[in-house]
């Protein structure tokens, strides 16, 4: 079985090289790798340019569906192996990807975790993503285009990415994939690590975009409204004069937070430092979660201008 590794990229100099080791560390390597870059300005396109085995693209102002139908068009080979090119690959990861393939399976859902470098980002990691494999749902996982592989078939069964959808895409590709009734298998150890973005504003205009994704991909429509009615249920819970709508509204967003904390608890191993975290979570949980509900939001008003 022959595979094509893309990836998509964008200004991303201070972590290419990691990437590439990465790549180069790979147990089974790739028969070929496709980058596209999308019109980088910080020498990215260079260091690609420059890398043994890595066929460069360039397609300025691409965004990422754009790239990687790009990237795929530029492939040779029927299997395709997808991960971005900030993150950084375990050595086993391209083996591992592809034995639910060479078993019959048509996408192979690879797993992926944070690169985290102290406390903060600690907490960041532990209020949207699992500890590990353990917590997900192989029959309900969605994978994410950053730890993914699939035949060739399978992608062009649902036309491509949508290049239409700045962000989003991965999942909107998936959820046409559950449709289609394909077969999806999880592989569990094959791991990606990719980076969490680093200061809190960065981290809100991240979860904007991809709420804002959701909305106009037409995708998690229930999440969403649950979002706005738990917030919305708060609010007047804590603008009443009763006791009884607080302590309601205290044990849900005690109910809210378990799982997110629970992660906190066991990502911070300082044990003075767990009882801040408990607190750091739950603002970081609210500091999301409006970024979520304004993204979904400018979304929905996008959708209603186009339709």
Known sequence: MKVSLIATVLNSADHIEAFLGSLA??????????????????GTAALLAG??????????????????????AAAAHEVIAVTDADCVLEPTWLEEMLRPLEEGADVAMGFYL???DGFLSECLAAVNLPLGATEVDPATFMPSARSV??????????????????????????????ERGL????????????????????????????????ARGGLYPERHALRFGVYGGLAVALASRRTWPKTVAAAGAVA?????????????????????????????????????MAGYAAGLLERLRRA
Not at 51 to 72: C, F, K, Q, Y
Not at 185 to 213: I, N
Request: hydrophobic fraction near 45%; charge should be positive; glycine fraction near 8%.
């Open 114 to 116: 944070p690169l985290t």
């Open 51 to 72: 890398a043994d085995g890595v066929t460069l693209v360039e397609e300025p102002g691409a965004n990422i569906s754009r790239g990687r139908n790009v990237a795929i």
């Open 256 to 292: 809210y937070a378990r799982g997110p904390v629970r992660r906190a608890w066991r990502r911070v191993p300082d044990a003075r430092a767990r009882t801040l975290a408990v607190a750091v979570v739950a603002a970081l949980m609210a500091w999301i979660d409006s970024a979520k």
């Open 149 to 178: 592989a699939y035949r060739r078939d399978a992608i062009e069964s649902v036309g491509g990415y949508p290049e239409w959808l700045d962000i989003g895409e991965d999942m909107w590709v998936n959820h046409r994939w559950r």
């Open 25 to 42: 560390e790979q147990t089974r390597a790739p028969d070929e790798i496709v980058i596209v870059d999308g019109g980088s300005t910080d």
């Open 183 to 214: 077969d999806l298998r999880f592989a569990p150890e094959a791991v990606v690590r990719w980076r969490l973005r680093p200061t809190l504003r960065a981290t809100w205009w991240q979860y904007f975009r991809y709420a804002r994704g959701d």
